[in-house]
């Protein structure tokens, strides 16, 4: 399924998003993340289901003011 | 010397500093380190996966020993101010947020009404909110109504360098809510702004870019330090009044008779 990762489109084969997020590489523990605008907390990514057309943010820390 | 006191915990520094704009993570340590700040801020951003620049920046900011106070910086909706939030809760291991809801891109200028909204709802989370507002007396009131214990009057809009763009606003602000901690976020571009700020009953100042963009950000930092200190020395000690008559320093009593 299509969906949109930190802006990008991508074609997905997971269902989970822990799962999706491995297949984009997050293998690192140091991130956060949204589902369409709204939080999701590490413990829950594991029973989060992403359906086709929603917007995953991935963010980590970075510098700011 | 008193102590900075926010949401209970006491600080000696009252520089808060950013950690953006620098031009390279050693040249940032150094100025936190001669700053002497307790407190940096940092923000939350995409990264690609397979990628560990953010890993990095955090373990660099973890070495420095300060605590942070992440922001929401780039967020024009209470919504999207309350996700960051969240996020950054979990990732910063901290209920610290320094809550920017920025109503016109041009401008930077806050939006005031998003703020309130996305204050009350952080505040009712148990987030610990430092508010960037405006010098707006009914704002201020109505984010301590909504739970926060900290003000974040700006000095002048975000990167300007302009210093204090209202005065008597900051001046108001101080004698309005007379034991609030109000800390002077953004605009600021000179040691002299911060010791300005300082002096009007500031109880802190946040600054990022006039460090790190100065070319020796270190020596800047310290530089801004000293204002501070400088400032709020004055503050304390009560500066006497300014007026429009002239009046000797030397008294003229007993002086002598040299008319010819």
Not at chain 2, 122 to 137: G, I, R
Not at chain 2, 142 to 155: D, F, I, Q, Y
Not at chain 2, 200 to 211: E, H, K, R
């Amino acid at each position: 399924m299509r969906v949109t990762v930190n802006g990008k489109t991508r074609e997905v084969n997971n269902q989970l998003l822990s799962e999706i997020l491995v297949e984009c590489g997050y293998q690192q523990t140091c991130f956060a993340t949204a589902l369409n605008g709204v939080f999701v907390h590490r413990h829950q990514r594991e029973s989060t289901r992403v359906v086709q057309g929603d917007r995953i943010e991935v963010v980590t820390p970075n510098a700011g003011g | 010397m008193t102590m900075l006191e926010l949401y209970g915990r006491s600080f000696e520094s009252r520089i808060l500093l950013g950690t953006a704009r620098y031009p390279s993570p050693d040249r940032l340590a150094e100025a936190v380190q001669a700053s002497g700040t307790e407190i940096v801020t940092v923000s939350l951003r995409r990264e690609a996966g397979g990628s560990h620049a953010g890993e990095k920046f955090w373990n660099l900011i973890k070495s420095l020993d300060v605590t942070v106070l992440p922001n929401t910086a780039g967020c024009y909706s209470a919504r999207e101010a309350i996700t960051t939030a969240k996020m950054a809760r979990e990732l910063f291991q901290t209920d610290w947020i320094k809550l920017e809801v920025i109503g016109d891109s041009e401008s930077l200028h806050p939006d005031t009404a998003g703020l309130m909204e996305a204050a009350r709802i952080l505040n009712a989370e148990e987030f610990k909110v430092f508010p960037y507002t405006t010098e707006d007396l009914v704002v201020a009131e109505k984010l301590l109504h909504a739970g926060c214990e900290v003000l974040m009057p700006w000095g002048a809009p975000i990167g300007t360098a302009r210093g204090l763009n209202n005065e008597y606003g900051l001046r108001a602000l101080r004698s309005r809510f007379e034991t609030t901690p109000v800390i002077v976020d953004a605009g600021i571009g000179l040691p002299s702004h911060a010791a300005r700020a300082m002096e009007l009953g500031s109880d802190a100042v946040l600054l990022n870019t006039a460090v790190a963009r100065a070319e020796d950000p270190a020596r800047m930092a310290e530089a801004f330090a000293e204002g501070i200190r400088a400032g709020r020395n004055a503050y304390l000690a009560g500066p006497m009044q300014p007026s429009d008559m002239p009046q000797t320093s030397t008294s003229l009593i007993d002086k002598a008779d040299l008319r010819e």
